[in-house]
């Protein structure tokens, strides 16, 4: 296939390194002239992913019109403040049927809308998949083995995808379940600032469970009140890319979220992770998602406190813990 990568982040260097050791033919676009020379100079980004090297096949450019001629597949690579700007740019050049692969994880502050249906909006001629799952780019770019989830509405279109990204190292399963795909992505991500806090708080391994497990039920009880399915939360998409993203040395969103446990404005986090962290961005929507459908979410409230009304994080961590008793779960009843 011929394929143009939106955005030249880690992620979108990953993955143009994965479909171009598939055979694919690659173009990488970014809006960054300078990026765009260091690439061409060294076939690798040597600030968001040193050492990984791209095969010398890769094209790359700034002028989308380009990039985007007679493609068969885009993916979209860009942060998720971005798509919506970057996909009405690259709209006029977009065929009809023309297959575009979400790879972001948010939520549009705005307008509460998963990313594939910002992207429909602006480019309504393309057919429309999402890939989702526990996968720091730091480890495709090494050819570590990796599991994802391609979603999309139409089960042919999700083959395609499948056996477009499929290799020896990067396994990808198929779904029918955007919504829950697109949710699980975007608010493991809030959750993961969470655990970061804790992390720069100085908590242990007790806490850090109880923020997975009590975020899993967060984000399916919100996924599933809007349409997802119980067993996407259960799966890469949900448990298995919250796990990778609370845990993980390479995540942004924990590193950030232990700079904030650590004293640092959600600001000044951001200034010292030095890339896009996803969860800041989300967490006002995610919120904004609990109280339209009336979904409790008291991790999300409680980092959103932290982010935006100078909730300290030590505060946070002990209004979450003394909060009034509950169930664990609320379909289980006793015999009397």
Known sequence: MKICMLGAGSWGIALTKLLALNGHEMTVWSIDPEEISMLKEFSQHKTKLPGVMLPGTVDYTTDIETALKEKDMVVMAVPSPFVRSTAKTASPYITENEIIVNVAKGIEESSLKRLSEVIKEEIPQAQIAVLSGPSHAEEVGKCLPTTVVVGADDRALARTVQD??????????????????????????????????????????????????????????????????????????????????????????????????????????MDEVKMVVEGVYSAKAALALSNKYDVEMPIVEHVNKVLFDGLSAKDALRDLITRDKKKEASSLTWNN
């Open 164 to 269: 477009t990204f499929m290799s020896d190292f990067f396994r990808v399963y198929t779904s029918p379940d955007v919504i829950g795909i697109e949710l699980g992505g975007a608010i493991k991500n809030v959750i993961a600032l969470a655990a970061g806090i804790a992390d720069g708080l100085g908590c242990g391994d007790n806490t850090k469970a109880a923020l997975i497990t009590r975020g899993i039920h967060e984000m399916s009880n919100l996924g599933v009140a809007m349409g997802g399915k119980p067993e996407t939360f259960s799966g890469l998409s949900g448990t298995g890319d919250l796990i990778v993203t609370c845990a993980s040395q390479h995540s942004r969103n924990r590193r950030a979220g232990f700079l904030m446990g650590q004293g640092k404005t959600y600001q000044e986090a």
